[in-house]
């Protein structure tokens, strides 16, 4: 079992940034794929990023490619979300994610573990 806490949500101007963290505990760190996914009012939960058990490879949505950028630090079992250009669009609750399991990198099933979210509000 893995618990996820997430943190570093808030409120930004339009073009400013936030960086989210993703403590983990429980396991080993090490030996999950991590990934951020959001949620807008009345919107589906959607596949943000994704980082590598090793941190070696990304994957982003394309509706934050270039703006985001997803990062681990496995000694001290937290993963990270830089978001820099921040718009309203990116208005929403931030889950972080994690599986030691192969599977499609975008889909919520691929993911075991999940955090409570953390809100985070562009104005513009």
């Known amino acids: 079992q893995v618990q996820l806490v997430e943190s570093g949500g808030g409120l930004v101007q339009a073009g400013g940034s936030l960086r989210l963290s993703c403590a983990a505990s429980?396991?080993?760190?090490?030996?999950?794929?991590m990934a951020w996914f959001r949620q807008a009012p009345g919107k589906e939960r959607e596949f943000v990023a994704r980082?590598?058990?090793?941190?070696?490879?990304?994957h982003y949505a394309d509706s934050v490619q270039g703006r985001f950028t997803i990062s681990r630090d496995n000694d001290k079992n937290t993963a990270y979300l830089q978001m820099n250009s921040l718009t309203p669009e990116d208005t929403a609750a931030y889950y972080c994610a994690a599986t030691a399991r192969a599977g499609t990198v975008g889909y919520r099933g691929s993911y075991d573990y999940w955090g409570q979210g953390t809100q985070v509000t562009v104005s513009s």
């Open positions: 429980g396991r080993t760190f090490s030996s999950y794929a």
């Open positions: 980082i590598s058990l090793s941190g070696l490879t990304t």
